[in-house]
């Protein structure tokens, strides 16, 4: 395509948003406004999806160890340990620090504890941790059937709740995904299908006079993506300023809530937002002109 057709369809892109500015700002805010629901509803499945994560990261199976096992059997059952599926760590916990880490759990009252220090009933124990929940339930019958294993221990209906959590949350965030993406899709087609129904007799003189389809849809399809890409970059300056603001606050009050950290995080999806409103306008303007161009 030649220079001066590109240059034509620039100007004409141009000459259209400035000859309609009130409309094309109403689009650019109703863009706006659509991607700006997206985007929530994206960072909050985004979120919770990273909360759910960080929490069965902590979901752990305790292996309880015979008395008077020497150190080669601890370091086997620990070998075996590490050899199960979705283990992320593996940590020895020997009958005095359990005992320790109960005295820190009791606080001041621990002095009920004074009875005990000298025998000690507490067992050497592994802390097994795993990256998924449903991994722990067929780990645990595993362990049992290894030499020096006491008892296992592990919260099944925390880890069950866990699972079903995470799986309803996934489908629930999809199904969000979709349908808020179908709504924009509809918003942007029927903003940018206003701005064409006001140009409708130059698009019929146009097409009169033997102008091809693409050479009137170009100018609207510029247009379409201008509107796009400045209702997206709109979204992701807001997007940006609200979340950065919204983590300082959970930061500061609540730092013990795991929470996706801005950067790079904004970024990525400030990028798949100018994207997807550029595309999102060149689909709605290409589609609203169809049925002005059947003259």
Excluded: C, H
Excluded at 57 to 75: A, P
Excluded at 234 to 255: E, F, K, Q
């Amino acid at each position: 395509m030649r220079f001066e057709t590109w240059r034509y369809y620039l100007a004409e892109t141009g000459r259209g948003l400035a000859r309609n500015a009130y409309m094309s700002l109403a689009s650019v805010a109703t863009v706006a406004v659509s991607l700006l629901v997206l985007a929530t509803v994206l960072v909050t499945a985004a979120n919770l999806q990273y909360i759910s994560a960080s929490v069965q990261s902590q979901v752990e199976m305790v292996v309880y160890l015979k008395d008077g096992l020497s150190q080669q059997q601890k370091d086997a059952i620990s070998a075996g340990l590490k050899n199960l599926g979705g283990v992320t760590s593996v940590t020895y916990v020997s009958k005095d620090e359990a005992l320790t880490q109960l005295e820190q759990e009791f606080g001041d009252q621990k002095d009920v504890l004074e009875g005990v220090r000298d025998i000690n009933p507490l067992q050497d124990s592994f802390q097994v941790r795993f990256q998924k929940p449903q991994d722990v339930p067929p780990a645990a019958q595993k362990v049992q059937g290894l030499a020096g294993v006491d008892s296992v221990y592990y919260e099944q209906q925390v880890v069950d709740r866990l699972a079903r959590f995470t799986t309803l949350l996934r489908v629930v965030g999809l199904g969000a995904v979709l349908l808020l993406s179908f709504g924009t899709v509809f918003i942007i087609s029927n903003t940018i299908r206003l701005a064409v129904f006001a140009r409708r007799y130059e698009v019929r003189v146009m097409k009169l006079v033997g102008a091809t389809d693409w050479f009137i849809r170009w100018p609207f399809v510029l247009e379409g993506m201008v509107l796009g890409f400045a209702g997206a970059l709109l979204t992701s300056a807001i997007v940006y300023g609200l979340y950065t603001w919204l983590v300082g606050l959970l930061v500061r009050d609540l730092p013990f809530v795991p929470v996706i950290m801005p950067y790079p995080f904004v970024l990525r999806l400030s990028l798949v937002l100018v994207a997807g409103g550029t595309l999102l306008g060149m689909v709605g303007s290409a589609v609203s002109l169809r049925r002005f161009l059947q003259v």
